[in-house]
């Protein structure tokens, strides 16, 4: 017996963040008839959790950028507002604190422009106006680029309402950090976020720079009960506006006939027809062994993935400790650490798997929700976001002792840099590569990441291609790997941009 109908409008493979956000869009603009498959047992994707001992533990999310505070939010809480998606945000209580002891410096940043400025004057006196004016030129450059990816805008007005985006669109971060003329040591405080896009600062468009910047400086938010409660509140409300979603059950073959989508078969072969895929597997895999038959698959496609960049997947271990955050020597939410804050050597060092990371990313969750683990304990994760390839070439036999020998290097390295050893007090750990994320979500060469942002590989470029990289009709993406790139509030935004592509050709068929 199936317990699928025979035929329906859209299709979307993956439960997670995009793939649901894309249904409730489609959803609120009345499209009712929905089937989401997803090929774990339960959504989300990689914005989960998981229970060790009867700790609950954070499997990803550090902070939730374009949330805002309830009385002003910001455009993803704003629609998940509106969707009625309710969900116990908690503010993250600083941006990040600064740990870079061969410079001397330990500082915390806090959120609010003037704040952040002032935090920097603090640690490098007389820079306050020159950091103030840049963090301005990044909100002036974000709320550009808001208007621009949705309004189709002659030169001349982008000119004339966007001169400050016109002015630093072409540059990388570092070009345009420069012209403020900021000492090295203010600089290095200023480019920590450069890990959560995962491209050195020489080759990150300031444009993407300039969003983080804005964005996480107005104040990040998480949910209360981890990132799962997005899935589970996303699914939750999915359902009750009438889809079908069904867990365990993985896509294998997207049918295309005549250059246009007919329906999908799934690993347990059940053969479903619809008119419209969203698709959260990535385009690599879609065009290289999903579409059936391959021969419907146009060398456009092959060439676009062939030549696009694959982004950066976390290295990350989480760990519960014995004793409170104090006690383990931890003073805040997010510590970004490191030998150097040089982007450029530290994104060498991720290509190999030889030496130590000599920059992390440690959150200690406690700072934001104090019950979420019972008193007494300490919730932390230590990560890394490196390029995937080097992972590729690691033998079955030898992964497990190199996934520990990574995992004892970075706890090492933070006690390093940090000054208090909690190793004696670990009472649970565990540790994910690209290789867990691979195998969990199916992600690409375990990249989380989708395409990386580079100099060559532009977010504007790519949303003014976005028309020319559909090559087959009724397939659309929705992922790290759509055109918004990686994050898990910039999912909500990708599965929004596929469900709008969805709507536009529902209406031009019906000649709307
Ligand atoms: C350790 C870590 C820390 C992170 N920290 C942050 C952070 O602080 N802030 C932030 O914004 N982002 C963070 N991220 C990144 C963020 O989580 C991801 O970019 C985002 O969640 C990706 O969402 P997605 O919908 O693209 O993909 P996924 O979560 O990978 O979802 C894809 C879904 O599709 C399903 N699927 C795939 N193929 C098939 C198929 N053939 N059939 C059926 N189902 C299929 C998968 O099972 C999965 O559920 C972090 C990620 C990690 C791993």
Known sequence: MSFYKKHYDVVIIGAALAGL??????????????LILEK????????????????????????????????????VGE???????DIDWLPVPECYRVLLPNE???????????????????????????????????DRVTRSMDVISVTPMSKVKML????????????????????????????????????????????????????????YFRGSFIPRHRSHEMSMRLQQKVEENGAQIEFRQEVEKIFVKNGKVTGVRTHRGDEIAC????????????????????????????????????GVCPVSVMLILAGTPEENGFVNYNTFSGDTMDTNVIWENGKNLTEPYPFLTTVCLNYAVPDCVPEGYTHVSITNLVPTDPFLDVKEEDYYDLKRRLASEMIEKFIEHNGVDFRD???????????????YVGAWKGTIYGYRHSMKNHLIGRRTMDANEHYIKGLEFAGAHAVVGDGQAPQVKNGRLAAKAVLNAMAEKEGK
């Not at 895999?285 to 060439?303: C, D, F, N, Q």
């Open 104 to 138: 001397g410096v330990n500082a915390i940043l806090h959120d609010g422009f003037e704040r952040m400025a002032r935090d920097v004057d603090a640690v490098v006196p007389g820079t306050y106006q020159k950091v103030y004016d840049l963090i301005m030129l990044c």
């Open 275 to 310: 008119d419209y895929v969203i698709s959260g597997a990535y385009p690599n895999r879609v065009y290289t062994s999903m579409i059936e038959p391959l021969s419907e698959v146009p060398p456009e496609a092959i060439k676009f993935v062939n030549g696009m960049e694959l």
């Open 40 to 75: 774990n047992n339960m959504p989300g994707g990689v914005a989960t959790d998981f229970v060790r001992n009867g700790f609950e533990i954070e499997a990803s999310l550090h902070e939730m950028m374009s949330i805002g505070p309830k009385d002003n939010r910001m455009v």
């Open 21 to 34: 956000s894309a249904a409730l869009q489609l959803q609120a603009k009345g499209v009712k008839d929905i």
């Open 160 to 215: 004339k309402d966007h001169p400050d985006f016109v002015k630093v669109a072409g540059y990388s971060a570092s070009e345009v950090i420069k012209t403020f003329d900021l000492p090295q040591k203010a600089i290095d405080m200023l480019v920590p976020y450069w890990i959560y896009v995962g491209a050195p600062m020489d080759d990150l468009p300031f444009t993407i720079y300039a969003y983080c910047m804005a964005d």
């Open 425 to 439: 007090r670990i009472a649970e750990i565990e540790v994910s590569t690209p290789m867990t994320i691979n195998h």
């Open 79 to 85: 629609w998940f507002d509106e969707m009625g998606i």
